[in-house]
T-cell receptor, first 112, second 115 residues
């Protein structure tokens, strides 16, 4: 069963603009993670935010987490062509089997 | 460099044939995972293993089998019972408990197609 739902499913912006992707989930979590997948490749971990954190930064990435709304957002600032990829959120649930549950992803295209 | 190696990169299966996808890691991670990804979709968990000689079914285990005889290896067999095997298969690992609180490291996948 899918826990995370990403929105939008696809996003196309101009190079230099900011890109925002959202993730909603259903059950209580220990943490939420964001991954990037370039076409035909495996996923690469970007950032992990714990349930007691509200915001986290890593370079041009900013992640927020609102546990009351069960949602997270990933902001990529000053986008580059190399940021073109699919982005997935994954949640680590508090209860049940100790495994990550991935959403269906947002396909981001950066136009030069 | 430490990482996860999946082979082959492309694989073709004939009707009624079993095929095995290889996954090897040199990260000394305890847990390993197999995911299936269909075009434009997210990842669905097939099987996972948190210790040698033990593994658990994921959400879509039917038609697949695994083994974990060595810590560094977690091969996936796609059996003839899997009627729609065409997909991109990803192997991943995570270091230790609690399993869901660590980032997963991924291989570069095997793309399986039906002949």
């Amino acid at each position: 069963s899918q826990q995370g739902e990403e929105d939008p499913q696809a996003l196309s912006i101009q190079e230099g603009e900011n890109a925002t992707m959202n993730c909603s989930y259903k059950t209580s979590i220990n943490n939420l993670q964001w991954y990037r997948q370039n076409s035909g490749r495996g996923l690469v971990h970007l950032i992990l935010i714990r349930s007691n954190e509200r915001e986290k930064h890593s370079g041009r990435l900013r992640v927020t987490l609102d546990t009351s709304k069960k949602s997270s957002s990933l902001l990529i600032t000053a986008s580059r062509a190399a940021d073109t990829a699919s982005y997935f959120c994954a949640t680590g649930p508090i209860q049940g089997a100790q495994k990550l549950v991935f959403g269906q992803g947002t396909r981001l295209t950066i136009n030069p | 460099d430490g990482g996860i190696t999946q082979s082959p990169k492309y694989l073709f299966r004939k009707e009624g044939q079993n095929v095995t996808l290889s996954c090897e890691q040199n990260l000394n991670h305890d847990a390993m995972y197999w995911y299936r990804q269909d075009p434009g979709q997210g990842l669905r968990l097939i099987y996972y293993s948190q210790i040698v000689n033990d593994f658990q079914k994921g959400d879509i285990a039917e038609g697949y089998s695994v083994s974990r005889e060595k810590k560094e290896s977690f091969p996936l067999t796609v059996t003839s019972a899997q009627k729609n095997p065409t997909a991109f298969y990803l192997c991943a690992s995570s270091p230790r408990q609690p399993w869901s609180e660590w980032p997963q490291h991924f291989g570069d996948g095997t793309r399986l197609s039906i002949l």
